[in-house]
């Protein structure tokens, strides 16, 4: 879901600043969205997947049934004007590598490079792939 996110957000030429995660508890009994502020703009999910799990560690209890999740980033501005260069990190490498999925995907279809993660029992990819809204076709 959340490469999903990042990809429009690299299609729209935008980066965002702060991420949140919203779960709706099964049988409708409650839920919540929580958010948090990023001090640099991201668009990859390298950056925004540890931030995106550690609102889940905090605010999740871990056995309520999910019906629901959502993933949003906002407090957007342009890629070109958010780039910040890192020490650690090849930024460059890591935009371009981003640009040829995004081309593969294009091209090819969102299920024909995915993570390995989404050939498990629990990946959903593949199935959400056949869906507009959650339904089929």
């Known amino acids: 879901m959340l490469d999903e996110v990042c990809y ?3 299609r729209a030429q935008q980066s965002g600043r702060r991420i949140g995660l919203g779960l709706t508890y099964e049988r409708l009994t409650g839920g ?4 948090k502020t990023l001090t640099t703009p ?4 390298e950056q925004l ?4 799990l550690s609102l889940l560690d905090k605010h999740w209890d ?4 999910v019906r629901a999740v959502s993933v949003g980033v906002d407090m957007l501005q342009f890629s070109s004007d958010a ?16 640009r040829v999925v995004d081309r593969i995907h294009e091209r090819f279809g969102e299920t024909s490079l995915m993570r390995a993660v989404s050939l ?7 199935d959400r792939s056949g869906k507009i809204g959650g339904h089929y076709a």
Not at 49 to 52: A, I, K, N, S, T
Not at 62 to 65: E, M, P, R
């Open 62 to 65: 871990g056995y309520t049934g």
């Open 49 to 52: 997947y540890p931030e995106l």
């Open 42 to 45: 991201a668009d990859s999910p």
């Open 83 to 98: 780039t910040q260069l890192s020490l650690f990190d090849d930024v460059p490498k890591r935009d371009e590598l981003y």
């Open 32 to 35: 919540f969205w929580k958010a």
């Open 8 to 10: 429009r957000l690299r």
């Open 120 to 126: 498990t029992k629990a990946g959903q990819l593949r």
